[in-house]
């Protein structure tokens, strides 16, 4: 065995084992009950909706609308996905207050649907 030849089969098994160690499959990545994150496939009212009504209907229904923002419609919610305040807003993006209000930001999965949705032209699907 040459030198070259024993130093490449020490690091192939080295790489071997850490590869073997590595586990990466999705219930170890996305442990249940979350699953794992489907971005993607986003639609408002099987997406979208829901994370409103849970996160901002209370202080921005059609009734009593915070900020004069609606968010419990379509019609209320498209309007403030176009003029960028949604975006905004749920990012925390300088120049915007923080949504929602006094409360922790949406988890990452649920801006990846929000924003997915926004560059769609946010349709009423
Ligand atoms: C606890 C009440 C509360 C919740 C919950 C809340 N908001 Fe607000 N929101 C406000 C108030 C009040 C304002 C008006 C500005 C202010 O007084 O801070 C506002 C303003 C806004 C604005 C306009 C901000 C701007 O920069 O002009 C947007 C857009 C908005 N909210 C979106 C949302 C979204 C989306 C959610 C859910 C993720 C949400 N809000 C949750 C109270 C709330």
Do not use: R
């Amino acid at each position: 065995m040459n030198k070259t030849f024993k130093c490449f089969a020490i690091l192939s098994s080295v790489l071997l084992f850490l590869g073997g160690c590595y586990n990466d499959n999705e219930y170890d990545l996305y442990p249940f009950p979350s699953g794992p994150c489907d971005s993607t496939s986003v639609s408002y009212s099987t997406s979208i909706a829901p994370i409103i009504t849970a996160n901002c209907n209370v202080c921005h229904s059609t009734a009593n609308p915070s900020g004069n923002v609606i968010t419990d419609t379509w019609e209320g919610l498209n309007t403030q996905a176009l003029n960028g305040n949604l975006w905004g807003g749920v990012n925390w993006e300088n120049g915007y207050i923080p949504m929602p209000k006094d409360a922790s930001k949406l988890s990452d999965c649920d801006l990846a649907k929000i924003k997915n949705w926004i560059n769609q032209g946010a349709p009423n699907n």
